[in-house]
């Protein structure tokens, strides 16, 4: 499985710098196999098109890796969330975010398959909030949490709203960080909504 999961990355991550150095326009899968070491016929046992494995970048850096585990004694599913954004979200991942929203703007084909990459992650994150907490609060709760997690961070990630993203190697280190600046508003808004 560490095999699979290492050639699809390895795919998706060719994609993703093929379609950040040329467009998408520019390249075919043959340009993806060659830059990643694959035949095309690995490259069809995971993807069904250049656009698809451009997407699988999202998950493929490692949105769905776990970090060390951690009790949530005393924590709230909200706060549960907050940590993990603040501890996982790093400047490379939201950087990939951006990118990859900003090229699904002017691709149709590409829009489709980063907005089922971020319905996927959305679902990632809501199981593991459901799974940490179970029936301590209604499955209506957990969608509504993460829904709203979710639609504050897209404004800032499809660039409809100014908030810059941090630069340089971790967000928590930025002095001035526009983003964590944000997510603490958006936090404590939802604090007040979601207790």
């Known amino acids: 499985m560490k095999k699979k999961n290492a050639t699809k990355r390895a795919l998706a991550e060719a994609a993703f710098e093929l379609a950040m150095e040329r467009g998408l326009e520019t390249f075919v899968v043959e ?11 690995t490259f069809a046992n995971h993807f069904s098109c250049k656009e698809e494995a451009i997407a699988s970048a999202l998950t493929m850096n490692d949105f769905r890796e776990h970090d060390e585990a951690h009790s949530l004694e005393g924590l709230t599913p909200l706060s549960t969330i907050e940590m993990y954004i603040k501890r996982s979200f790093t400047i490379d991942k939201l950087k990939r975010l951006h990118e990859l929203i900003s090229l699904s703007r002017d691709h149709p084909t590409l829009k489709l398959y980063v907005t089922g990459v971020l319905k996927e992650t959305q679902d990632f994150a809501r199981l593991g909030i459901k799974e940490g907490f179970g029936d301590a609060y209604s499955e209506e709760y957990y969608h509504l949490l993460i829904g709203a997690v979710f639609g504050a961070l897209m404004p800032v990630l499809d660039g409809n709203m100014n908030v810059h993203l941090p630069v340089g190697d971790t967000a928590q280190d930025q002095p001035n960080n526009e983003f964590q600046e944000y997510m603490e508003i958006v936090f404590s808004k939802l604090r007040e909504g979601f207790k």
């Open 31 to 41: 340009d993806i196999v060659t830059k990643a070491g694959y035949s095309r016929r």
